[in-house]
């Protein structure tokens, strides 16, 4: 099978994905197109919603609209990882590669959720998330604990914070990064406060400005682009800015067809630039 671009390259098995084009998590829940049912062809890779090792979690997700974007509390990771792995890995596309998150928590937790995904041999990598407010000590930590099972492991780094964690995550052992987790914001609804992560296409400037500080400090490992990418030019504005891949979120939700478009788009661009020391087969 042709692949075009390893987000795993110092990884003894790598993550070879046959596009650029990712499906962020939450976007399919765990990892399979039925809630939001959108295109698969062109997608290399897709995210699952979050598992965790824990039994305690959040209310479940709440979504506020507001002009320009949204606010969104995402949903709450599986209380029952094994069983529900087993009804839900049957339905994963086949064509993909499956990308598991771990939600953020501590590292016995995290460590737990990844013990029973990898079981699972459908599963390709993890992506560690983590929340802006924990320590950096904890997600080096989370990290760590999380190789121990010889699968890819991806971090996806605050976009606030990226320059800040670029550096200790690497050394930590991460094999890519996901530039990065949206700001957090509150807004009131009723007689409480919802905190959840904003979307929208203003994040882009904020993407393209994380990813310039990254680069440089990243030793080379790739980088996934996430946040505010809504058009096919806004994913080349990050291929341009040095990412190797991009992970379309919320605009997926009012354009189901917007991955099929962003992979000819990044298509056209790898032919017009011919991106050297990559394996195209």
């Known amino acids: 099978m042709k692949w075009t671009v390893d987000l795993a390259p110092h990884h003894k098995s790598g993550l070879p994905l046959t596009s650029r084009v990712i499906i962020a998590a939450g976007i399919s829940c765990l990892g399979h197109p039925s809630q939001i049912p959108y295109e698969v062809e062109g997608v290399g890779a897709i995210i699952t919603g979050p598992w965790s090792g824990l039994e305690d979690h959040p209310p479940y997700p709440v979504l506020v609209r507001r002009p320009g974007g949204l606010l969104w509390v995402p949903p709450r990771p599986p209380h029952h990882t094994t069983a529900t792995l087993k009804r839900i890995a049957p339905?994963?596309?086949r064509s993909v590669a499956i990308i598991a998150a771990l939600g953020p928590g501590d590292v016995d937790s995290t460590r737990e959720a990844a013990r029973r995904l990898a079981r699972e041999g459908r599963v390709a990598g993890f992506l560690v998330e983590v929340d802006e407010e924990e320590p950096l000590s904890q997600v080096v930590a989370r990290v760590d604990g999380v190789r121990e099972f010889m699968v890819p492991t991806w971090v996806a780094l605050p976009?606030?914070?990226?320059?800040?964690?670029?550096?200790p995550v690497v050394h930590a052992g991460a094999d890519a990064l996901l530039v990065g987790m949206p700001p957090v914001g509150v807004w009131p609804r009723g007689d409480r406060v919802v905190r959840g992560r904003l979307y929208g296409p203003l994040l882009l400037p904020l993407t393209l400005a994380?990813?310039?500080?990254?680069?440089?400090?990243?030793?080379?490992l790739p980088l996934i682009a996430q946040g505010g990418i809504h058009t096919p030019r806004d994913a080349v504005r990050c291929l341009e800015a040095g990412a190797a891949a991009v992970a379309l979120d919320a605009a997926v939700w009012v354009e189901p067809d917007?991955?099929?478009?962003?992979?000819?788009?990044?298509?056209?661009?790898?032919?017009e630039h011919s991106p050297s020391g990559e394996n195209t087969e």
């Open 91 to 93: 339905k994963w596309p």
């Open 159 to 167: 976009l606030h914070r990226a320059r800040e964690w670029v550096e």
């Open 210 to 220: 994380a990813l310039s500080q990254v680069v440089p400090l990243a030793r080379g």
């Open 258 to 271: 917007l991955p099929t478009r962003v992979h000819e788009a990044v298509v056209a661009w790898e032919q």
